[in-house]
């Protein structure tokens, strides 16, 4: 049974995090996710469960701690906003080199730079593209709503094991700051450390016992030949999650004449979108990536065979627009709209921009 | 009252030479030696054994653990 | 009486301990590092905790300290170790959890993430080993060289004006209340190995009281930084080191000496 409670999204990530058996939240406050902590802090979990809270020294500290603890083979997470997320990079390529279970979650803001404090989605880039340095790629969920927001957590910490990589779960300003409806999962028990090292032990640090050799944890590999193949193996992985778990949502596409592509709270706005642009007699659909990476390559690839146009919706200057011309291979027109700054675009204005840029 | 004999036996392909065990040994037993190791390292060896007794103190300082030590009582 | 009667297994009174690796040490000639790990490595055997000891290794000369130690290790970014421990620790209450750093990594890069894990008193074991210079990437200035010492980025000596005074991170964070231990020790010779052991297996034993930081600093030679033999390195350490960095416990029991 289900628990139905009105939370913020920042609230009900962190709780989320609670009921499905997080060992360790390490954070630091910043604007617009600081309520992730702080409910954290407040509710107590290590009462509750055991949960470690622990707030760092700076982001930087936060995601080594994350990565101390992963190594261990512990379910925990760390959340933070773009700037913050910028601090992490350097330890989230750490953690994907090194194998390391772990989600890190950025509630984004404007920027570059210390940028605002209201939401944007300007970090698809850094998300999708690597932003630490080095060949890996991240896990990325990208909730559109407070259930989103909740039910994720426990689906990154599914994916983060299954593969022993990080994931991101790409949130926004809006999504953290705004209240819904949310069914709350049960509390589930957090692994023993018994059961743990069953499972895990095989590669985690726990201490050396005399039934096996030493465990190491690194991301270093000074012969090339073993660099090589240990990032192909990253490879092998990112592979699969793109054969086994891309997740999307399709809107009102089986007869679209135009598509829009957008993600996040983005996605919220543009669903208004299309219901105006239908009362129009306008046939746009709307496709939603839940995952950013894997990406709807594909999905992208054969709705261009039906649409006239697609219109990239993003609160930015133009990030996402490039993969969905890169999915639909120039076969149809794509732009892209979005404003910044920390304003939101509102669904008239995402009509127009159809309207302008993509119907004419 | 009990005598002491030491011996010490060196790992000469584990010695990098630094010398190290040298000026803590209180009976000046070890030397570096002419040859050679695989490394291009001169080796630490015994030049006085009748010596040594086995104190130890070659073997804790040295940073690769090339020595270990031995050491036996005899009646005086 | 023959070499080879004494040099019998039963005569053995010095060997090095398995809990080191047969890899071969990376190490230059006559380095601290090997030293200080073996001692650290025989304290843990003798203690017989090594089910329940997890390293942080840092980077720098021993980054691949995982490679000869053989216990459970985990890598750290330069400077975070202290909160990869701290993470390790929080998760792991019982366990010996025990960072193993040079002077870049800990008084450098890792300021915060030092001061910090010491501020809040974490139960973890920080070893510190400080040769005043950045000896795995060729020989550079560290915030712990010497003023007038000469590095490939002083190469005109160390000038405080410019660069600042030698940092004595331990003194800073030994007044810290979430220390308890703090020790500063060397290995060049027998003597000082020997305390230097006795300093790391109080450090160690210190986990179970749960009293905070046991911050084991020592002070080592770097002989191909320092453009010397091992043997003149270690003169030159105790002539110019030493009177700086000063040997001896300086927090005991959480109360400063």
């Known amino acids: 049974m289900s628990e139905l409670k009105l939370m913020k999204g920042n609230e009900a990530l962190a709780e989320a995090a609670i009921r499905c058996g997080v060992d360790a939240y390490f954070g630091y406050p910043i ?11 407040t509710e107590q979990p290590e009462k509750r469960t055991g949960m470690v809270v622990l707030q760092a020294e700076s982001e930087l500290a936060a995601i080594n701690m994350v990565y101390g603890a992963a190594s261990t083979g512990k379910r925990v997470m760390t959340s933070s906003s773009s700037p913050g997320i910028s601090l992490k990079l350097e330890g989230i390529s750490y953690l994907a080199g090194a194998e390391l279970p772990a989600v890190i979650v950025n509630v984004v803001r404007g920027g570059p730079g210390l940028g605002t404090i209201q939401p944007s989605q300007a970090d698809y880039f850094q998300s999708v593209k690597g932003g630490g340095h080095g060949d890996y790629k991240l896990y990325v969920l990208a909730p559109s709503s407070v259930q989103e927001m909740s039910d994720f957590v426990e689906d990154a910490f599914d994916i983060a094991f299954k593969y022993r990589a990080p994931v991101l779960i790409l949130s926004d300003g809006l999504i953290g700051q705004m209240m819904e409806k949310v069914n709350l999962k049960d509390q589930k028990e957090r692994m023993s450390n018994k059961e743990l090292i069953e499972k895990y032990g095989s590669w985690a640090t726990t201490g050396k016992t005399k039934n096996r050799e030493r465990n190491i944890i ?16 990253l490879m092998k992985k990112y592979e699969q999650m793109e054969k086994e778990d891309l ?6 596409c089986d007869d679209a004449e135009y598509l829009i592509v957008a993600y996040g709270s983005s996605a919220r706005i543009s669903q208004k ?38 219109l990239s919706v ?6 996402m627009v490039e993969d969905v011309r890169l999915s639909v291979e120039f076969k149809v027109p794509v732009e892209h709209f979005g404003r910044t700054g920390g304003i939101i675009h509102t669904p008239e204005e995402i009509l127009e921009a159809l309207e302008q840029k993509i119907i004419k | 009252m ?29 030397s570096m030696s002419t040859e050679v190791n695989r490394k291009g390292y ?20 040295c940073p690769d653990r090339a020595i270990s030590v031995y050491r036996v009582k005899v009646s005086a | 009486m023959d070499v080879l009667d004494i040099i019998k297994p039963e005569n053995q009174v010095f060997c090095k301990t398995k809990l080191m690796t047969d890899t071969p040490l990376s190490y230059c000639p006559g380095c601290g590092h090997g030293t200080a790990h073996n001692l650290t490595m025989e304290v843990i055997d003798e203690m017989g905790i090594v089910e ?3 390293g942080v290794a840092p980077v720098g000369c021993s980054v691949l300290a995982y490679d000869f130690m053989n216990i459970d290790m985990t890598q750290a970014a330069h400077g975070r170790a202290p909160a990869v421990a701290t993470a390790i620790s929080r998760c792991w209450p019982e366990k010996y959890v025990f960072t193993y750093q040079g002077d870049g990594d800990l008084a450098a890069i890792g300021t915060a993430e030092t001061i910090h894990a010491c501020n809040r008193g974490e139960n973890i074991v920080i070893i510190f080993v400080n040769n005043g210079i950045y000896g795995m990437t060729g020989g550079q200035m560290a915030p712990t060289t010497l003023e007038g010492m000469k590095s490939s980025t002083s190469p005109y000596g160390r000038e405080i004006a410019t660069m600042g005074s030698p940092l004595k991170m331990t003194e800073l964070i030994a007044n810290l209340p979430g220390v308890y231990y703090v020790t500063r020790q060397a290995v060049h010779t027998h003597k000082h190995a020997r305390k230097a052991k006795k300093a790391i297996r109080k450090a160690f034993e210190n986990i179970k009281l749960k009293k905070g930081i046991s911050f084991v600093e020592i002070v080592s030679n770097c002989n191909s930084g320092w453009k010397m033999t091992p043997n003149d390195a270690n003169v030159w350490m105790e002539e110019n080191m030493f009177p700086y960095f000063q040997l001896g416990d300086i927090k005991v029991d959480g109360k400063l000496k």
């Open chain 1, 31 to 41: 604007t617009p996710q600081t309520e992730v902590i702080e409910y954290l802090m």
């Open chain 1, 218 to 233: 690194t991301s270093l590999d000074l012969q090339s030949e073993k660099m090589e193949a240990r990032v192909h193996r």
């Open chain 1, 247 to 252: 997740r999307y949502e399709k809107i009102l």
């Open chain 1, 273 to 310: 979108a299309v219901e105006l642009a239908r009362e129009k007699g306008i046939k746009v659909g709307l496709l939603r990536p839940i995952t950013l990476f894997p990406f709807p390559k594909k999905q992208l690839f054969e709705l261009a065979n039906q649409v006239k146009g697609i």
């Open chain 1, 314 to 319: 993003e609160l930015n200057t133009g990030q």
């Open chain 2, 2 to 30: 009990a005598k002491v004999k030491g011996a010490i036996v060196v790992d000469t392909e584990t010695c990098k030479g630094c010398e190290v065990c040298i000026p803590v040994c209180p009976e000046n037993v070890i």
């Open chain 2, 42 to 61: 001169h080796y630490a060896y015994m030049s006085n054994p009748e010596v040594c007794t086995g104190c130890t103190n070659c073997g804790i300082v």
């Open chain 3, 52 to 54: 329940d000891t997890i």
